[in-house]
């Protein structure tokens, strides 16, 4: 057996595991001479895969065409050709109560060819610096007294299969979309209204407030207040709520953006 010590990705840095499915979907049938019994061929070939870490701004987003290498410490693990995956989606998590550090898991899918599985070699040697998510905000009325927060950044990949495909499902890049949501401690639920429409901000660098990816503009989908009158045993809860939105690209005539911490614009 191989322990999960020095593993690595080619692709990113301060890493804490990768995984990948390589899938069939069997052509099937049932006809008169298979006697009331399916029977199965060869069908169409896909793989996915993904990876997470520490950091607010992993090195690949949603849309972007790479090289995928994961291996372990004893150089095996999987690949694929250059430029054979694609990014898919991109979950950012801040957990403000617990004071963990900013995390993701970046999730990706074939782009063209194989996923090979044998020596690959990949190595981390950059210095682990994530920042922490104590202290860190969201600009959403009635959010002070932020728990937790995660954002998503989605590139909805078209697939296709064809007679050049070797029946694998090639992709390109598609549409792109985002969404978020955020738990609270609260004192007067008085949260902005569903559907209202606002620049929401998604602070990095603690009570500096000077990171932050920026999504302009989203619209609130979901406020979802609760009060816990019976909490852990006997001790009564906090009032809290759960509130969620979702991305939208234009606003009263306006173009809207998202913005990384450091200025990148991953849209438009």
């Not at 870490?53 to 999987?78: C, E, M, N, W």
């Given at each position: 057996?191989i322990?999960?010590?020095?593993?690595?990705?080619?692709?990113?840095?301060?890493?804490?595991?990768?995984?990948?499915?390589r899938?069939?979907?069997?052509?099937?049938?049932?006809?008169s001479?298979?006697?009331?019994?399916?029977?199965?061929?060869?069908?169409?070939?896909?793989?996915?895969?993904?990876?997470t870490?520490?950091?607010?701004?992993?090195s690949i987003?949603?849309g972007?065409k790479?090289?995928?290498?994961?291996?372990t410490?004893d150089?095996?693990?999987?690949?694929s050709?250059?430029?054979?995956?694609?990014?898919?989606r991109?979950?950012?998590?801040?957990?403000?109560?617990?004071?963990?550090?900013?995390?993701?898991i970046?999730?990706?899918?074939?782009?063209?060819?194989?996923?090979s599985?044998?020596?690959?070699?990949?190595?981390?040697?950059?210095?682990?610096?994530?920042?922490?998510?104590?202290?860190?905000?969201?600009?959403?009325t009635?959010?002070?007294?932020?728990?937790e927060?995660e954002?998503?950044?989605?590139?909805?990949?078209?697939?296709?299969?064809?007679?050049?495909?070797?029946?694998?499902?090639?992709?390109?890049?598609g549409?792109?979309?985002?969404?978020?949501?955020?738990?609270v401690?609260?004192?007067?639920?008085?949260?902005s209204?569903?559907?209202?429409?606002?620049?929401?901000?998604?602070?990095?660098?603690?009570?500096?407030?000077?990171?932050?990816w920026v999504?302009k503009?989203a619209?609130?989908?979901?406020?979802?207040?609760?009060?816990?009158?019976?909490?852990?045993?006997?001790?009564?809860?906090?009032?809290?709520?759960?509130?969620a939105?979702?991305?939208?690209?234009?606003?009263s005539?306006?173009?809207?953006?998202?913005?990384?911490?450091?200025?990148?614009?991953?849209?438009?």
């Amino acid at each position: 057996m191989i322990s999960g010590k020095g593993g690595a990705v080619n692709s990113d840095n301060c890493v804490r595991a990768w995984g990948a499915w390589r899938r069939s979907q069997p052509a099937e049938g049932v006809c008169s001479a298979s006697d009331g019994a399916v029977f199965r061929g060869p069908g169409i070939l896909d793989w996915q895969g993904f990876y997470t870490g520490y950091g607010h701004t992993p090195s690949i987003l949603p849309g972007t065409k790479f090289q995928f290498k994961g291996a372990t410490r004893d150089s095996y693990g999987v690949q694929s050709v250059a430029n054979g995956a694609i990014m898919r989606r991109t979950t950012i998590k801040w957990n403000v109560e617990q004071g963990k550090f900013i995390e993701y898991i970046n999730e990706f899918e074939a782009c063209t060819g194989a996923l090979s599985l044998g020596a690959v070699s990949a190595t981390d040697t950059s210095t682990p610096n994530p920042l922490p998510s104590r202290d860190c905000v969201i600009n959403l009325t009635g959010c002070t007294e932020l728990r937790e927060m995660e954002l998503v950044l989605e590139c909805k990949n078209p697939y296709a299969v064809t007679s050049s495909t070797g029946g694998r499902r090639e992709r390109d890049e598609g549409n792109k979309d985002a969404s978020f949501k955020c738990k609270v401690y609260t004192d007067d639920a008085n949260f902005s209204v569903e559907d209202a429409i606002a620049e929401i901000q998604f602070g990095v660098d603690g009570a500096t407030n000077l990171l932050k990816w920026v999504m302009k503009w989203a619209i609130l989908t979901m406020t979802a207040p609760l009060l816990r009158i019976e909490g852990a045993g006997v001790t009564p809860g906090f009032f809290e709520a759960n509130l969620a939105g979702k991305f939208t690209a234009y606003y009263s005539g306006g173009k809207g953006n998202i913005t990384s911490p450091v200025g990148a614009a991953w849209w438009p």
